[in-house]
Each structure stands twice: as structure tokens, then as C-alpha cells.
């Protein structure tokens, strides 16, 4: 990591934020958390808005995953990739869609790529997430296919899971967090 590892003797913070912190993470934090830990209104809105967009979204959680896993391959923040590969598959996800996955990554990220591990959602998933992450602009005939297949709850929570994620892969990237060992 490019910063310290953050301890409450360098910085000290509230006991209610990190409390709450733990609470989130099941009792340990993260490096990630450690490095946002530095500030304390950065680590509280965190805490709060990604805590948010984690765990309280009724969009499934299988594809926001996906789409998570998609901007931590194409921004190659492997931290992200690392945490939440493990949770696309407890969402239901399979071994045979990331792998697809990381090969359409590994070739062009923004063409459209079929495969046969993806269904239809999956696939418009990870071309929505690359063209958000590698264009910012998504094409209109990509919109169009998604708004078929999403209700407009569902596109808003897809739309902010994969831009929160891309957030978070610039801060990884930028600030080298390496996954726990």
C-alpha cells in the first residue's frame, strides 16, 4: 500500500464509527478499510453508502456482483476482484461464467461477446459494466436491451452497484491496497 496501514494510535477515530465498521465487516477490518480509516467523514459515508449498496438492494445480487467483478478485471484492481468473486458465486453464480468472464475481459472489453457459459442477462450485465467502466458512455442500443430485460428500480441499482465499484477499483489501483493474506 502506497499510505500507512492505518492504526487508532496514528489517527484516532470515534469508537462509533469503528464499531460500526466491524460490525459490517463481521469483527475485522479490511486493508481497504485501513486505508479509509485515515479520514474519518471519508470512512463514515463509506461505511454507510457502500454498506448500502452491498447488502440492502433487492436487485439481484448475482449480477451486481458480476457487474463488481467485471470493473475489478477491466480497471485490474484485483483487491475487488478478489472479494467479490467469492460472493458472485454464493449469489449463485458459477466458476464457468467468471471464467467466461475473465476471458471476455482478457480480449476487448467493450465489443459485444458472446458465450456460452453467459445467458442473455449476464452477457448485457457485462457489456453495461464495461461500457460504463471503459466509455462512461453507454451505447443506446445497450440501454434499450437492458430496459427490456429490467424494471427502472433495477437498472438504477445495476447502474450505481457498477459506478461505486469503479469508485472503489480507482481508489484500489491508485492507492495499491493489496488484498488480506
Excluded at 485490474?76 to 461464467?97: I, M, N, V
Excluded at 466509455?135 to 437498472?155: A, M, N, P, R
Aim: net charge negative.
Amino acid at each position: 500500500m502506497r499510505i500507512p496501514e492505518w492504526t487508532p494510535a496514528q489517527h484516532p477515530i470515534p469508537d462509533d464509527l469503528l464499531e460500526s465498521i466491524l460490525n459490517r465487516r463481521g469483527g475485522a477490518l479490511i486493508n481497504l478499510d485501513k486505508a479509509l480509516l485515515w479520514s474519518e467523514p471519508v470512512a463514515r459515508g463509506w461505511n454507510q453508502y457502500v454498506g448500502a449498496v452491498r447488502s440492502k438492494l433487492p436487485t439481484s445480487w448475482k449480477l451486481r456482483e458480476l457487474g463488481i467483478c467485471t470493473v475489478a478485471l477491466l480497471t485490474g484492481a484485483t483487491y475487488e476482484y478478489h472479494h467479490h468473486a467469492p460472493d458472485f458465486l454464493k449469489a449463485g453464480g458459477t466458476q464457468a461464467e467468471l471464467d467466461a468472464l475473465n476471458l471476455i475481459a482478457e480480449t476487448n472489453a467493450c465489443l459485444p461477446q458472446k458465450h456460452a457459459a453467459l445467458g442473455e442477462l449476464e452477457g448485457l450485465v457485462i457489456q453495461y459494466a464495461a461500457q460504463m467502466t471503459m466509455q462512461v458512455q453507454v451505447d443506446d442500443s445497450l440501454f434499450d436491451g437492458l430496459k427490456t430485460k429490467f424494471s427502472t428500480t433495477e437498472i438504477v441499482e445495476l447502474t450505481t452497484a457498477i459506478a461505486t465499484y469503479n469508485m472503489v477499483a480507482r481508489i484500489l489501483v491508485a492507492l495499491k491496497i493489496t488484498p488480506e493474506h
